[in-house]
């Protein structure tokens, strides 16, 4: 590498210089992260005029120094829209099996795409359903599971499941690998209920996850078969009345290394650098949230999340009707791990509506991208 900069051009290098990698076919960046005045596009997230906040909505991108991505990132392009991704859960096709049981079946492909992960930088993904994270797959405690997978990559693609399975449905060579071109029916029953993922498993295992090939994996319990529990278990049952109170979202951590040295240059939520703080998280302070969380970030070996002014209870892989954690307000999770935050903003007389910050508790995954706002408003306009 020349050595006409004044600087290292690795992550750390980067984040001195107030620059990025920009992507795999372009080493140098163009600027993309920087410290200068933001003047467009954030000046209309305003608490709304019923609550008593006095914060100032319109500098709260100054939160971290204005260290935050220039620009906007087109989800029209990309196919796919962060904001979108919260909410967008993938039930399947519901029919039923001679014995009764309930079938879901799910199709996904395997296919590679550029994608934008900040503004002008794209990545050379490989995705399932053409997004990053793909598709948030959604079952219920005791369902028969099959997944319809074709490969229409360039390279060899998997699914694993975190949970219960045979051995032949493991997604790993031998046991469900498929070649390019190639279809694989993945067929389970859906236990234990939790905050599950999936992803590929094929060698190199690290570039396979990096690339893109992840994904949420969430399993509800069943209240008949929790009745000690059924109150617990009915609101985590997706479609149920009780669910329908919660405001539910899927999010998952990663990070991408854009000049592939093995050391990654953005931090996200949900793939795209920075997309909760320039488009905040409108909640409802009167309804509870539920987070359903998971880290696959590579090349890193621990990822976080904290939440301003508010503390939540934590659930660890999601496979208790019972918090593993309470009155926290940051926890961590290493790669594959996961769970469930539960909390609110309306028990608390200091939980006025207004912006309130989330991000990862490494400061560096904070100014490289990996920082939201929750808008938390009295009701949805």
Same mark, same amino acid.
């Given at each position: ?155 060899? =693609?998997?699914? @694993?499941? &975190?949970?219960?399975?045979? /051995? *032949? ?6 046991? +469900? %690998? ?17 905050? =599950?993922?999936? @992803?590929? &498993?094929?060698?190199?295992? /690290? *570039? ?6 992840? +994904? %949420? ?165």
């Amino acid at each position: 590498m020349p050595g006409w900069l004044p600087f290292d051009l690795k992550r750390r290098g980067f984040i001195g210089a107030g620059l990025v990698a920009a992507s795999a076919a372009a080493f140098g960046a163009k600027g993309a992260l920087g410290q200068g005045e933001q003047t467009s596009g954030h000046q209309g997230h305003q608490a709304p005029a019923s609550g008593t906040s006095t914060y100032d909505a319109t500098n709260h991108m100054n939160a971290h120094g204005e260290m935050i991505t220039i620009g906007d990132v087109d989800p029209a392009r990309n196919g796919f829209d962060p904001t979108a991704m919260l909410t967008d859960w993938e039930t399947g096709e519901v029919s039923t099996l001679p014995d009764g049981r309930r079938l879901r079946t799910f199709q996904v492909t395997a296919e590679d795409k550029e994608i934008e992960i900040a503004p002008g930088v794209m990545f050379p993904a490989w995705t399932f359903n053409g997004r990053v994270p793909g598709p948030a797959l959604r079952a219920t405690e005791g369902d028969r599971v099959r997944v319809v997978f074709k490969n229409f990559g360039s390279h060899p =693609h998997s699914m @694993h499941f &975190h949970g219960f399975h045979a /051995a *032949r449905m493991d997604g790993i060579p031998g046991a +469900g %690998l498929v070649p390019p071109g190639g279809e694989f029916v993945y067929e389970f029953d859906a236990r234990p209920y939790g905050c =599950h993922l999936y @992803h590929c &498993h094929a060698l190199p295992l /690290a *570039r396979h996850i990096h690339k893109g090939m992840y +994904g %949420l994996f969430v399993i509800d319990p069943d209240p008949a078969r929790h009745p000690e529990m059924a109150a617990v278990a009915s609101s985590r049952l997706y479609g149920t009345p009780e669910n329908a109170q919660w405001q539910e979202m899927a999010m998952v951590m990663n990070a991408f290394d854009t000049n592939f040295d093995g050391e990654n240059e953005f931090y996200a939520c949900n793939t795209i650098a920075h997309c909760y703080a320039k488009q905040p998280i409108k909640v409802v302070r009167s309804r509870p949230v539920r987070i359903y969380l998971v880290n696959v970030t590579e090349f890193d070996p621990i990822n976080s999340f904290h939440l301003h002014g508010n503390f939540f209870d934590y659930y660890d892989q999601g496979t208790t009707l019972t918090p593993t954690l309470k009155t926290v307000d940051v926890i961590m999770q290493c790669q594959a791990q996961r769970g469930i935050l539960e909390f609110t903003f309306a028990e608390q007389p200091d939980h006025e509506p207004g912006l309130y910050m989330f991000h990862a508790h490494q400061s560096e995954f904070t100014e490289l991208g990996w920082m939201g706002m929750f808008d938390v408003v009295e009701a949805l306009s």
